[in-house]
Antibody, heavy 123, light 106 residues
Framework: EVQLVESGGGLVQPGRSLRLSCAAS????????MHWVRQAPGKGLEWVSG????????GYADSVKGRFTISRDNAKNSLYLQMNSLRAEDTALYYC????????????????WGQGTLVTVSS | EIVMTQSPATLSVSPGERATLSCRAS??????LAWYQQKPGQAPRLLIY???TRATGIPARFSGSGSGTEFTLTISSLQSEDFAVYYC????????FGQGTKLEIK
């Protein structure tokens, strides 16, 4: 069974940093692109970032470009999101999701999703 | 950025009836469209990809159609477990989602 388990969320002050992790199991991790998708409280879904199987290609939403960095460690079956210069509008549940191809920009539908980790940016 | 617009925002349907949800793209996305179902407190679940291909384990009462800019998700006979929020997502370009349609019991 494919499983994605996020961790690292919490309450953080504006301008500070946080690093999210996603532990993957049940599939060959380094065969697939991985993504982060977020959902602000009571709101819809927003794609944040995607990374290809070998980290050779990465994409970001304009809203996080220059502040967030996605990475992966295939030896550890893990995905990460380093979030710097956090803002109140970054408050959301952050989901880790598996893509359906090795490239983040191809066949980039998301299946499955983890249960999410909540990030709250507030002073 | 490709903007996805879903309609209606809320749809009230009785169990056993058919539900039709719409999704429109601001420019052509070919057939690069997915549908998700999200229940309260749960992560989204993939229903449809490639505009019309059901994901593994998805019941046949769910069907998707359309291409280009106009797409439809049809649930042929609503079951109690189908009342949820549904999102469309295009992946022809940087992925973007619609704002969601809440399917509620009439």
């Amino acid at each position: 069974e494919v499983q994605l388990v996020e961790s690292g969320g919490g309450l953080v002050q504006p301008g500070r940093s946080l690093r999210l992790s996603c532990a993957a199991s049940g599939f060959t991790f380094d065969d697939y692109a991985m993504h982060w998708v977020r959902q602000a409280p009571g709101k819809g879904l927003e794609w944040v970032s995607g990374i290809s199987w070998n980290s050779g290609s990465i994409g970001y939403a304009d809203s996080v470009k220059g502040r967030f960095t996605i990475s992966r460690d295939n030896a550890k079956n893990s995905l990460y999101l380093q979030m710097n210069s956090l803002r109140a509008e970054d408050t959301a549940l952050y989901y880790c999701a598996k893509g359906d191809s090795s490239s983040w920009y191809e066949d980039s539908w998301f299946d499955p999703w983890g249960q999410g980790t909540l990030v709250t940016v507030s002073s | 950025e490709i903007v996805m617009t879903q309609s209606p925002a809320t749809l009230s349907v009785s169990p056993g009836e058919r539900a039709t949800l719409s999704c429109r793209a601001s420019q052509s996305v070919s057939s690069n469209l997915a549908w998700y179902q999200q229940k309260p407190g749960q992560a989204p679940r993939l229903l449809i990809y490639g505009a019309s291909t059901r994901a593994t384990g998805i019941p046949a009462r769910f069907s998707g159609s359309g291409s280009g800019t106009e797409f439809t998700l049809t649930i042929s006979s609503l079951q109690s477990e189908d009342f949820a929020v549904y999102y469309c997502q295009q992946y022809n370009n940087w992925p973007t989602f619609g704002q969601g349609t809440k399917l509620e019991i009439k």
